[in-house]
């Protein structure tokens, strides 16, 4: 029986991930969850799954909890999701599915309580995965992805040794706009961004497909994770989603990883990892109605998001940090109605080229960078409306 701790629970991939739970609970017990405001559905999660610890984003929704739930702790704010990731001795596993930076702190200090990462939340390597990588090395702990894609690299690069790895091909649906021409662009529409042809997610990780943010930030988690350098990271326009990534060795021999779009799949991969399981007959994929797998290039010159994150990956340092936040700092402009879709790609490259480099940044100065970067945009934005 593994202890798990759910952070995000019921955003997109948190309630995939409650599903899984719900078939397994004889090997899995949910000890602590968190939302940061679904409260409604959080208590819901409570009364299935008596978990020991929950935290949700303010005081109010806390005190709430505490009054309808007298045998859990509960907890609120940053702060809180921090003590309820340190609550409870060590060991066990961490299922990070927040959004954005925030996600960034619980997994430091679930990785010093020696909890396995089963990991979502990719602006976590983004912003701090060097810090991360040598963390998860100090404490002899498990990193595992739940993103499709790293999944997919993952499971293609088991049992292979870094130096016979030639390239590893990082496949993208498109997003939204991926039939559009950047002139078709400037009159697109917050919920045409938010039509996502393939997959059902979170708002935020919905606009990063159509912009190639997305895909930018997969490469930079890539790179950590699989600690392969930029040159031998590739991407393709693939709009089937069918071939999640792929690994190519140096005797050119390719192997990738398949199947219909469904993150049930990748989540039930990281719980259960090395086991295979399937609880939900989540049927095989059927090449005769699939029929076409397409690929294309995914040109720079129409997605100037991606070129930018392969630049501020390479350049290390502070500048994954800079992208990561003028992206979340521009993506909450956009889905407040305070930005045009095209100014999202206006804003981060402008806050890349006006940075100065750090390198190797402690978690302070990630944090602090990230804080100032928003508050510049948000600045901004104020004055111009
Ligand atoms: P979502 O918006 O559906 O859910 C986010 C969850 O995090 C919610 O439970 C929300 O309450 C919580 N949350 C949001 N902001 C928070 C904050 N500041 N502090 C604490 N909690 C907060 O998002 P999602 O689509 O499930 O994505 C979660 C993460 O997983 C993202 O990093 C995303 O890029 C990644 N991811 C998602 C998918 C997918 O299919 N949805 C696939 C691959 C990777
Ligand atoms: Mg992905």
């Known amino acids: 029986m593994k202890d798990v701790y759910l952070l995000g629970a019921t955003g997109s991939i948190g309630k995939q991930t409650i599903e ?22 959080l208590k819901k999660i409570i009364k299935e799954f008596k978990p020991k610890y929950a935290c949700v984003g303010n005081i109010k929704d806390k005190e709430d909890l505490e009054k309808e739930f007298s045998d859990i702790i509960c907890f609120s ?21 927040i959004v954005g930076i925030a996600g960034l702190m619980p997994t430091v200090k679930a990785i010093e309580h020696k909890r ?15 810090i991360i990588k040598d963390l998860v090395k100090k404490n002899n ?10 999944s997919a690299i993952f499971q ?12 590893i091909i990082i ?35 919905t606009i990063d497909s159509a912009t190639m943010v997305n895909k930018g930030l997969e490469v930079i988690e890539a790179h950590y994770l699989f600690d392969i350098s930029y040159d031998k990271i590739r991407t393709i326009l693939h709009k089937e989603s069918i071939i999640h990534s792929m690994v190519e060795f140096v005797d050119k021999s390719i192997i990738a990883q398949l199947g219909n779009p469904d993150m049930r799949i990748p989540i039930q991969y990281a719980l259960f990892y090395p086991e295979r399981k399937n609880f939900f007959n989540i049927k095989s994929l059927n090449f005769l109605e699939v029929k076409n797998l397409s690929f294309q290039e995914l040109s720079f010159k129409r997605f100037p998001c991606l070129e930018l994150a392969y630049f501020c990956g390479r350049e290390e340092g502070i ?5 990561n936040a003028s992206n979340e700092a521009a993506v909450k402009l956009f889905l407040e109605k305070k930005i045009k879709f095209i100014e999202i790609e206006e804003i981060i490259s402008k806050a890349v080229k006006s940075a100065d480099n750090i390198l190797n940044p402690s978690l302070d100065v990630i944090l602090e960078t990230d804080k100032l970067v928003k508050e510049n945009i948000y600045n901004m934005y104020e004055v111009k409306r």
């Open 20 to 41: 899984i739970l719900r078939e397994n609970k004889n090997a899995f017990s949910l000890k602590a969850v968190s939302c940061f405001s679904n409260i409604e559905l």
């Open 77 to 97: 704010d940053e702060e809180g999701l921090l003590d309820l990731v340190t609550s409870g001795g060590d060991g066990g596993l961490l299922v990070n599915a």
């Open 116 to 130: 396995d990462i089963l990991l979502a939340n990719k602006e976590t390597l983004v912003t701090a995965g060097k």
């Open 141 to 150: 702990v498990k990193l595992i992805p739940i993103d499709s894609e790293h």
């Open 156 to 167: 293609c690069l088991l049992n292979s040794k870094n130096e016979d790895v030639e390239s």
């Open 171 to 205: 496949t993208a649906s498109g997003g939204s706009f991926r039939d559009k021409t950047r002139e078709a662009l400037e009159s697109v529409t917050l919920e045409d961004a938010l039509c996502h042809p393939n997959w059902s997610m979170g708002k935020k990780i």
């Open 319 to 323: 500048m994954p940090v800079v992208y």
